[in-house]
C-alpha cells in the first residue's frame, strides 16, 4: 500500500462552511504536509494534477445537486494513486443527489473514493430573523469532521485494496429547478466599498460606470450570498420566499451523515 504523506483539501466555499468542514478533516487526518486548492474564486480552466494524495473534496450542495460551478471547477483535478474523501455541505434540507453526484465525479476524474460524508453548513438563504441552521458547522459539526477524518485514515490504513464505497442518492440525478432570476440587491447604506465584488465566486458584482454603485450580472449570479454575509455594513440583502418555507419546515437540527 502507498504511504501517504500529503493531504490535499479542495473546496468550493463561498461563505467558508466547506472550508471549515474540509480543514477540520484535514486536522483529523493529520498528516504532516497539507495542500489547500481553493476554487472558490479561481475561474481558471488548467488541469490540476493530484498524485499519491489523499484528497478531500467538499463543495455545497444547490437543490439537491453539487452546485454546478464548482463541480465544474473540481473537474479541473486529475487524479493518479489518489484516495478521495467525499463531503457534500447542504443547507439542512437535503442533499438528495449530491453526494452520489460527486463520488461518481471523482471516480471519472481518477480518484479512488475511500469514504464520504454529508455536513450541515448554515443555508445560504438564512436570515437573522429567519434562521436556517445558522452558526453551522457548529462546534459539534467540526469535532465530528476531526473525527471522519481520522475514521477516514484508519480505514486507509487497514485497507490495502479499498472496497467499493457506496453513498446516498439515485441516478438519473435530481433535474435543476428552473433559474430564479432574482439576485441579491444594495439598500441605502451601501457605500459601494467593494467588499462584495472580491467576494463574489462567480465575478458576478461590478462598480457602475460612474464608480458610486453597484451592478450584479443576473445571468452569473449563483446566488450563494456570499456578498450578503460578507457586507461590513449590512448592506446587501436578497429576499426570496423560499426563505420562510425553509424556516418553517427545515429548522429541526438535522445531523451528519458518514460513510465508511
Known amino acids: 500500500m502507498t504511504a501517504y504523506t500529503t493531504t490535499r483539501l479542495v473546496f468550493f466555499s463561498p461563505t467558508h462552511t466547506s472550508a471549515r468542514i474540509a480543514r477540520a478533516i484535514g486536522e483529523g487526518i493529520g498528516m504532516g504536509r497539507r495542500i489547500e486548492t481553493d476554487l472558490t474564486l479561481d ?38 494513486h489518489s484516495p478521495a474523501i467525499l463531503v457534500a455541505v447542504y443547507g439542512n434540507r437535503d442533499y438528495e443527489d449530491a453526494l452520489l ?10 480518484f479512488t473514493p475511500l469514504s464520504g460524508a454529508a455536513f450541515i453548513g448554515e443555508h445560504s438563504y438564512s436570515t437573522p430573523d429567519m434562521p436556517v441552521a445558522a452558526g453551522r458547522p457548529d462546534s459539534s459539526d ?4 476531526f473525527l471522519f477524518g481520522q475514521d477516514s485514515l484508519k480505514k486507509l490504513e487497514n485497507h490495502p485494496e479499498l472496497p467499493a464505497l457506496t ?20 439598500t441605502d447604506a451601501c457605500c459601494a466599498c ?16 460612474g464608480g458610486d454603485a453597484i451592478e450584479t ?29 425553509l424556516h418553517e419546515k427545515f429548522s429541526a437540527r438535522r445531523e451528519s451523515e458518514i460513510f465508511l
Open 43 to 80: 475561474e481558471e480552466d488548467t488541469p490540476i494534477h493530484v498524485e499519491n494524495e489523499l484528497t478531500v473534496i467538499a463543495a455545497p450542495v444547490y437543490g439537491g445537486r453539487i452546485a454546478p460551478v464548482a463541480l465544474q471547477r473540481i473537474k479541473r483535478l486529475k487524479a493518479q
Open 101 to 110: 453526484e460527486l463520488h461518481n465525479t471523482a471516480v471519472e476524474l481518477g
Open 142 to 145: 467540526i469535532q465530528k469532521a
Open 167 to 186: 453513498v446516498k442518492g439515485n441516478f438519473p440525478y435530481k433535474e435543476f429547478s428552473p433559474r430564479n432570476s432574482s439576485v441579491p440587491e444594495c
Open 194 to 209: 467593494g467588499i462584495c465584488i472580491e467576494v463574489c465566486p462567480t465575478h458576478a458584482i461590478r462598480l457602475n460606470d
Open 217 to 245: 450580472d443576473t445571468e452569473r449570479c449563483i446566488k450563494c450570498c456570499a456578498c450578503v454575509k460578507e457586507c461590513p455594513n449590512g448592506a446587501r440583502t436578497y429576499y426570496t420566499p423560499f426563505t420562510q418555507i
